[in-house]
């Protein structure tokens, strides 16, 4: 019996942005996945950046890394996180990108002398992309989500590449559109005319929605969805709403609710023959929302005003937390505002710290301060990338008394540089793509905390740095109790260094957030949860 075709769903949003097209897309990847199809998501950034990867945090949010070296929009891991698979360089298609490609396609001479246009090459380069899962992915589903909302410039291209490809897959492909239902308070009622102005801009670009995802503050009636499904040309069954939740882990089973996997299965002529297997995501979602005890953190970083710059560190805590039977209150800490006087005003009460990511050099010595106090006062310290290389250079100033000890992203002409810019980093000269990014394998200790959590040898974590700990100072540290116990087996670049005589102290060169989900909880978070409920115990 042959496969049938891959099913392509185009997810689209309107009225405004950051109503949530990634969570969606997810949620209903989770519901088809629960189903026993095989699905993946891909997210179409209209930017003209290659990729996020020299995005400001304030600009963009967290940098998302995927195993194969990929710098992504952070929607790839809630993609990752609610449909426990990897993403890949495929996952993420920017405007800059497909401009870079055609391009060199015209510079090698591949268009044999003739103009190049929007239609067709650009068109054509974003459609050959979208296809490439479905081509090679031996993928049921590939639900693609394109950025920005309708009638953004930028995203022209891309609403045109697929309203060409709805016609090209024939009955194999489907529209939905995420909008905006406002309530005003003063008129005391839910409004629809900017979802109908969403679509009819949808219309204008040749686009027919198949299903209408509404978010809402309020419940829909069913006069309500009468109207929206009249005014848009939809049935009104396809009209789903989706209320604000208090967690986005409730999002799939509220589109299981109100049947939006069903309303897809019928449109694309599936059968609706199989069960919906959520008991795992039920038994998450019950740890998360009735926990059994509680504990506060706190959480060191330079980008603390905007969340999404961490947003893998959060999700990965929470999942870390049910693990636990734990609900984890975060304390965002502004490494700007740590010195030695204040330090121990900010961190005494937290049951542990994890000292976040980041690059340059501000926030660099309130990160410094908070690591003393807390290898001191045996609190847990979790430290990650930049975190664990400020962790070396605290303990190298303030136990090997090398006054003046940094890296050389500081401090270039410091004199103890324990910290130091990678062998293969010194001759780059660009920005973009360039760092040390995907996954590498790591031998891990078996004497060691990381065995603990991970009770395995041999690892493989995600990465994005340019600078490492430098092994010239790495027998003067754990002789006075630094140790290396996680190393690269084919560089010899140290990857987690561990107090062992503290009641939890890791750092880590690579990024674990990344790989954390609600399936698999990261095992480095769980056993530092689990440091911190001891802690407050």
């Avoid at 009225?15 to 095989?38: D, F, M, N």
């Avoid at 239902?181 to 629809?192: H, M, R, V, Y």
């Avoid at 790591?442 to 493989?460: A, F, L, Q």
Wanted: glycine letters at 8%.
């Amino acid at each position: 019996m042959s496969k049938s075709p891959t099913k392509y769903l185009f997810v689209t949003g309107g009225v405004t942005s950051s109503l949530g097209k990634g969570i969606i897309s997810a949620s209903l990847g989770k519901l088809l996945i629960s189903r026993g199809y095989s699905v993946t998501i891909q997210k179409l950034d209209p930017y003209i950046n290659i990729d996020p990867g020299t995005m400001n945090p304030y600009e963009h949010g967290e940098c998302f890394v995927t195993n194969d070296g990929a710098e992504t929009d952070l929607d790839l891991g809630h993609y990752e996180r609610f449909l426990n698979n990897e993403t890949s360089q495929a996952n993420n298609v920017t405007t800059g990108r497909i401009y870079q490609t055609v391009i060199n396609k015209e510079r090698k001479g591949d268009y044999l002398g003739k103009t190049v246009q929007i239609i067709p090459h650009i068109t054509d380069e974003i459609k050959k992309r979208i296809k490439i899962l479905g081509d090679t992915g031996n993928f049921d589903f590939v639900i693609t989500e394109i950025g920005g909302t309708v009638g953004d410039i930028e995203a022209l291209p891309f609403i045109e590449s697929v309203r060409q490809l709805k016609w090209e897959l024939e009955y194999n492909a489907l529209f939905i559109h995420l909008t905006l239902i406002p309530f005003l308070s003063a008129a005391g009622e839910l409004k629809t005319k900017p979802t109908q102005h969403s679509v009819k801009t949808l219309l204008e670009s040749g686009i027919q929605p198949d299903i209408l995802v509404c978010r809402t503050e309020h419940p829909l009636d069913s006069k309500l969805k009468r109207k929206i499904a009249r005014f848009c040309n939809v049935e009104k069954d396809a009209v789903i709403e989706s209320m604000d939740a208090s967690t986005i882990y409730e999002v799939p089973l509220l589109m299981q609710k109100e049947g939006l996997d069903k309303v897809v299965l019928r449109k694309l002529g599936l059968e609706d023959n199989t069960d919906v297997k959520l008991d795992q995501w039920c038994n998450f979602l019950e740890g998360l929302q009735n926990p059994k005890q509680n504990i506060t953190i706190g959480l060191v970083g330079k980008y603390v005003e905007l969340q999404d710059a961490y947003k893998s560190i959060s999700e990965a805590i929470i999942h870390a937390g049910v693990k636990n039977n734990c609900k984890v209150k975060v304390n965002w800490i502004h490494s700007e505002d740590i010195n030695d006087t204040n330090v121990g005003k900010k961190l005494s009460r937290l049951s542990g710290v994890l000292v976040a990511p980041g690059f340059g050099d501000r926030g660099m010595e309130g990160k410094i301060s908070a690591i003393k106090y807390i290898r001191k006062n045996n609190i847990p310290f979790f430290g990650i990338c930049l975190g664990m290389q400020s962790a070396v250079i605290e303990f190298t100033r303030n136990v090997l008394g090398f006054e003046g000890a940094n890296s050389t992203e500081m401090n270039e002409s410091t004199p103890y540089p324990v910290i130091d810019l990678m062998e293969e980093q010194k001759e780059v000269s660009e920005k973009g793509g360039t760092m040390r990014l995907g996954a590498y394998d790591c031998v891990i200790s078996k004497d060691s905390k990381s065995y603990e959590c991970y009770n395995d040898t041999n690892i493989r974590e995600r990465h994005r740095h340019r600078y490492e700990f430098n092994n010239k100072y790495k027998s003067d540290l754990e002789e006075s109790g630094l140790i290396a116990t996680g190393i690269n087996p084919k560089n010899n670049l140290v990857e987690i260094v561990e107090i062992l005589n503290h009641p939890w102290f890791v750092g880590v060169q690579f990024h674990p957030e990344y790989k954390s989900t609600v399936a698999n909880p990261h095992p480095l978070f769980v056993g530092f949860i689990k440091a911190c409920i001891q802690n407050k115990k």
